[in-house]
């Protein structure tokens, strides 16, 4: 028996905040244009305009140093505090986990770099006269959790993760277990895509191919117990796994292993399925699975690949699935992604009646 | 907690005391540390405020290293410090390439590095216009192959994996100070709950370039400090001024206890806990009580099922900044009240020795823990002379101490109050 069996961990709550839209339904909503990028139009991409924080939970200077990713990632979290504040727990009780993209180059510090290039004999006065005092932490991705640490009072357990497509399932992973193992009651998962900058592009190798990509944020809340007053969405997480790949010709094997694993707990076959979310354009993990083409579903398509953001707004994507309410709800949804780099992640999702602790 | 017994049974280090850890910890029980003048690759009139750090010094690159890939691909330099850490952990536990391919690696990395070469490629020749990134994509054959828009922050776990052929969870993390920390910590929990049996986990990083100490130095984190020369960096000291920055890399193989006795592996330490926190306090100052510093300890014991008077030794962050170094104590005390157990403990400040290696600190500061464990040897926080009224414990002055380790704690907090506390313990075949 996993840990997560014996102490079931619910997903609570969820946010999002993409091209689609702000709401869960909107994610089942028709797929806006993606548009060429301002510096490089073979690309298309689908971008987000930068949220406004709310004032009674962040102060104003945040809004200021953090990066538009960081913003997004708040702007998501901030959703959730009503529904955190609603659980009534202890603040070492709520354990806050993350996947965040690095904070890219170019630099934001940009008064800096042109004072330089004006005056390159003055390089030290300039650098220091022009970047902020706070450049430091904006250039750290994880500073984004100590706002949301603050502001929603999360004392507890903690991981910060960064690895590409993959850092979503990390994340989850990382809280879930804190629940299940009983160091959490609940867990914020917060995630943000990367910016669409140059060095997103830059550092593929072939930078006129690839996924139309987009900007986005995603955050759940999972809790250990139902929530009074807080929407119950009776999903169980199930099973998880993960696994890595470098050589190409091992990619089927590892994601077989993959798919095993996140079924294993549930002892399920692909085909017990009812709702599957895999990239549209990924054969590999679709002949894997051998499912119906009906039942493969993605968020991808009206958002653009959200990087770090992918998995949890694949998962919002299956909490906000229109169509018959809770008794026509798929029983087991099983996202499942692979990212450029290599990484294959899994999680499979039941819909259960939330339950009171033992 | 029940789970697998997770031991260490690897190791490699890459510091300013050179590319192995059998040097870095003969130097450090020796009482030297490897501080020494330092300015950005940028600067050469000696101006630049901060004036000293720990770097790697590549003239003690030892000839067996000289063929390592990790110097000839296109990497930043932390990667190429932290994949020969990585290599040497792996020689060091003695495992073959096919016991690698089912292991996960866990590494921390920090800020990138922007290079300001790269960041001028972006400004159009019409000042004032900002920057002007259709311009940088028309010129991106200019752009550096070892800075940041070429390099993504994983690279150094994805390398790693692909070197050795890696199938297990590939991990980076990112928070901050507590990086690597975490990752031995996650490490050992995959272990533990059954999900791998064999992890490689640590992290590198480097900040010592133009653009970050110059952001560290602004915020007020990195001592600019000229009265003490190279013996600026002093934890717990009165005269303490800021963090000085070191760089390099450390991984530790994590085994599965059965898994390396089965294969006649000898075990340096046991990790038996690990707990993590947030202060959730000031993003820019540790909280002064040291609440958050001391959950993280206390996690770490209750998940160890350890007693905190079981504990001989705390390795502690030390960061010889003003404010850590006060809650850092202030949390001892309050984890270790009972029975004032918190005079009896040993606390010991790496960073003295070899600087803060940010993201990366972590993994050698296990690293020295582990043997600390093994040798009942603790290495010294040094040039600590004139304690501060606040910080009254035993932080080993100066001096390496033998006494018997039993259970240590290592502690890592990061920015923004993301800490980190590991509990090891000495190997023995039976509990």
């Known amino acids: ?358 | 907690m029940n789970g697998a017994r997770v031991v260490i049974t690897g190791l490699g280090a890459v510091t300013g005391f050179g590319f192995t850890w059998q040097r870095m910890w003969s130097e450090m029980l020796r009482g030297s540390h490897c501080i020494r003048p330092w300015q950005p690759d940028e600067v050469s009139d000696g101006s630049f405020p901060v004036g000293f750090a720990a770097p790697v010094d590549m003239a003690l690159l030892p000839p067996h290293l000289d063929e390592h890939p990790a110097w000839r691909l296109p990497l930043e330099k932390r990667s190429r410090y932290g994949w020969v850490a990585a290599s040497q952990a792996v020689a060091d536990s003695g495992l073959d390439a096919a016991d690698l391919r089912e292991a996960a690696v866990l590494s921390a990395s920090g800020a990138p590095h922007h290079m300001l070469d790269d960041m001028r490629l972006a400004l159009a020749e019409e000042p004032g216009a900002g920057a002007d990134w259709a311009y940088l994509m028309r010129r991106a054959d200019r752009v550096h192959a070892g800075g940041s828009l070429r390099q993504a922050s994983d690279r150094l776990a994805r390398v790693i994996a692909g070197h050795f052929g890696c199938e297990g969870p590939v991990v980076n993390i990112s928070s901050a100070c507590a990086g690597a920390a975490q990752a031995i910590g996650n490490a050992f929990q995959m272990i533990r709950r059954g999900e791998v049996e064999l992890a490689l986990a640590g992290g590198a990083d480097s900040v010592l370039n133009l653009d970050t100490m110059g952001s560290l130095y602004l915020l007020g984190a990195a001592t600019s400090e000229q009265r003490f020369g190279a013996d600026l960096c002093r934890p717990f000291d009165r005269h303490r001024s800021g963090l000085v920055a070191g760089e390099g890399g450390g991984f530790v193989v994590l085994e599965r206890l059965d898994r390396a006795l089965a294969r006649g592996a000898t075990p340096y330490a046991e990790v038996v806990g690990y707990g993590s926190s947030l202060d959730g306090y000031k993003v820019t100052a540790p909280d002064p009580q040291g609440r958050g510093a001391a959950l993280a300890m206390q996690a770490a014991l209750d998940d160890a099922g350890l007693d905190p008077q079981q504990v001989d030794l705390i390795n502690a962050h030390g960061t010889s900044t003003p404010l850590n170094d006060v809650a850092e104590t202030l949390a001892i005390k309050t984890v270790f009240a009972r029975d004032e157990h918190y005079r009896r403990l040993a606390v010991s400040a790496n960073k003295s020795q070899f600087g803060h290696l940010i993201a990366a600190a972590g993994a050698p500061e296990v690293i020295v823990t582990a043997l600390s464990c093994r040798e009942d040897r603790i290495t010294p926080t040094v040039n600590l002379h004139e304690p501060d009224g606040d910080c009254d414990l035993d932080y080993c002055a100066n001096q390496a101490v033998h006494r018997s380790v039993e259970v240590a704690l290592s502690n890592s907090f990061g920015f923004g109050g993301l800490n980190t506390s590991l509990a090891l313990r000495k190997y023995r075949r039976s509990r």
């Open chain 1, 1 to 358: 028996m996993t840990a997560y069996q014996a102490r079931p961990v619910y997903i609570a709550d969820a946010a999002v905040l993409n091209a689609a839209g702000e709401q869960l339904l909107d994610l089942h909503g028709h797929a806006p244009e993606a548009k060429p990028l301002p510096f490089d139009q073979r690309h298309q991409a689908h971008p987000v305009k930068v949220p406004r924080l709310p004032g009674d939970l962040f102060d104003r200077k945040i809004q200021r140093s953090v990066e538009a990713q960081g913003l997004r990632l708040l702007h998501c979290a901030a959703r959730l505090a009503p529904a955190l504040r609603a659980l009534e727990l202890p603040s070492e009780r709520v354990a806050l986990t993350a996947a965040i993209p690095e904070v890219d180059a170019p630099s934001p510090c940009w008064d800096a770099v042109e004072a330089i290039q004006r005056e390159p004999d003055r390089l030290l006065p300039q650098l220091f006269a022009n970047t902020p005092p706070l450049h430091a932490l904006t250039l750290l991705n994880s500073t984004v959790m100590a706002y949301v640490a603050e502001a929603l009072q999360c004392n507890g357990p903690m991981g910060a993760y960064c690895s590409q497509a993959n850092a979503g399932v990390d994340a989850l992973i990382e809280a879930v277990m804190q629940i299940a193992e009983n160091k959490a009651d609940a867990a914020l998962v917060v995630s943000s895509s990367p910016n669409l900058t140059p060095a997103l592009y830059l550092r593929d190798g072939d930078p006129a191919s690839g996924p139309v990509r987009g900007e986005g944020a995603a955050a759940l809340l999972l809790t250990a117990a139902p929530a009074p007053g807080a929407r119950q969405m009776t999903v169980r997480v199930a099973g998880l796994a993960r696994g890595y790949v470098a050589d190409e010709t091992r990619a089927e094997a590892v994601a077989a292993q993959v798919l095993a694993k996140v079924l294993k707990a549930e002892r399920l076959a692909p085909s017990d399925v009812d709702m599957l979310l895999i990239a549209e354009h990924d054969e590999l993990l679709a002949g894997l699975l051998g499912q119906p083409e009906k039942r493969r579903q993605s968020s991808q398509g009206i958002t653009g690949d959200l990087g770090a953001s992918s998995m949890l707004t694949d998962i919002a994507y299956a909490l906000g699935s229109p169509g018959g309410g809770e008794a026509c709800r798929p029983r087991y949804v099983l996202a499942m992604n692979r990212s450029k780099g290599g990484h294959f992640a899994a999680v499979l999702l039941a819909t259960a009646e939330m339950r009171a602790e033992v």
